[in-house]
Nanobody, 118 residues
Framework: QVQLVESGGGSVQAGGSLTLSCAGS????????MAWFRQAPGKEREGVAR???????HYVDSVKGRFTISQDNAKRTMYLQMDSLKPEDTAMYYC????????????WGQGTQVTVSS
């Protein structure tokens, strides 16, 4: 059973930065592909960024140039560095294990809240 635990959420003013972390169980990193999703109130959950076991990354247009996904296999941890945050980035953020090159999730984390005020 894969376990994923997010941390690092919080409240920040527009233009600020936050770094989210996702700690995973032993066989998560270096083998599978991982991703960050978010869900704003009243909206569907959407994929934001994903990373393969070979460190290839993919971002949705709304976060390109502002967010950076990375992973440290030795620490079994994935990160989402979020810069130049906007109020529309306010959402619950989830990490997930995904099927490579897709947004199809096999395991979810429990989520961490990010709130950006104007």
């Amino acid at each position: 059973q894969v376990q994923l635990v997010e941390s690092g959420g919080g409240s920040v003013q527009a233009g600020g930065s936050l770094t989210l972390s996702c700690a995973g169980s032993e066989y998560t990193y270096g083998v599978y592909c991982m991703a960050w999703f978010r869900q704003a109130p009243g909206k569907e959950r959407e994929g934001v960024a994903r990373i393969s076991y070979s460190q290839l990354t993919h971002y949705v247009d709304s976060v390109k140039g502002r967010f950076t996904i990375s992973q440290d296999n030795a620490k079994r941890t994935m990160y989402l560095q979020m810069d130049s945050l906007k109020p529309e980035d306010t959402a619950m953020y989830y990490c997930a294990q995904v099927r490579c090159r897709t947004w199809n999730v096999t395991y979810w984390g429990q989520g961490t809240q990010v709130t950006v005020s104007s």
